[in-house]
Nanobody, 123 residues
Framework: QVQLVESGGGLVQAGGSLRLSCAAS????????MAWFRQAPGKEREIVVG????????YYADSVKGRFTISRDNAKNTLYLQMNSLKPEDTAVYYC????????????????WGQGTQVTVSS
């Protein structure tokens, strides 16, 4: 069992930055591929970024390439998302998720989810 708790969301102006964190319980964090998804009102949940368990391989959705950076600290059981140059269209609830095996984009491949943290970008 893995419990995930996100933090770091908030209200920011367009062009600003936020750093999200996802704290994982348990001693098996390093056994999971991790990802950040987001869901805006009226839209489906979509993958934003992902990172393999070793941290060596990452995935970025085209909409965030060059602006967002995912990282993880397996010693601290924590996943991070640095978001720069934020845009109003980045407004959503952001979720971290853990998977034993994933090709990234399919939510049903993730066994564990956090409760989400709201990110609001004003224009």
């Amino acid at each position: 069992q893995v419990q995930l708790v996100e933090s770091g969301g908030g209200l920011v102006q367009a062009g600003g930055s936020l750093r999200l964190s996802c704290a994982a319980s348990g001693r098996t964090f390093s056994s999971y591929d991790m990802a950040w998804f987001r869901q805006a009102p009226g839209k489906e949940r979509e993958i934003v970024v992902g990172i393999r368990r070793s941290g060596a391989i990452t995935y970025y959705a085209d909409s965030v390439k060059g602006r967002f950076t995912i990282s993880r600290d397996n010693a601290k059981n924590t996943l991070y998302l640095q978001m720069n140059s934020l845009k109003p269209e980045d407004t959503a609830v952001y979720y971290c998720a853990a998977s034993r095996s994933t090709d990234w984009a399919r939510p049903y491949e993730y066994e564990y989810w956090g409760q989400g943290t709201q990110v609001t970008v004003s224009s």
